[in-house]
């Protein structure tokens, strides 16, 4: 089974990036839906869990950098 997430955020995305060995969040973002992150993009939230695994499906691991870089963009 496959559940299939999607929303429109109208421009209020909200993304952390938590470090746990400094036990905070190192960079946050609200706006847009970045592209590239595998989530969607602009207004729009859109991915697939794997119900059995709770992998989202198709998701390619991002360095920090590219995480940065998307985020800074957006």
């Not at 946050?28 to 969607?40: A, C, K, M």
């Not at 059995?52 to 995480?67: D, F, H, S």
Request: proline share 3%; hydrophobic share 35%; aromatic share 8%.
């Amino acid at each position: 089974m496959i559940l299939t997430v999607s929303g429109k955020v109208s421009d209020m995305c909200g993304i952390g990036l938590y470090d746990t060995f400094l036990n905070k969040t190192v960079l946050s973002h609200d706006g847009y839906v970045p592209n590239g992150l595998g989530i969607g993009g602009g207004d729009y939230l859109e991915f697939d869990i794997d119900v059995q695994t709770g992998c989202i499906l198709n998701w390619k691991p991002l360095t920090e950098k590219q995480i940065r870089g998307l985020v800074s963009k957006a």
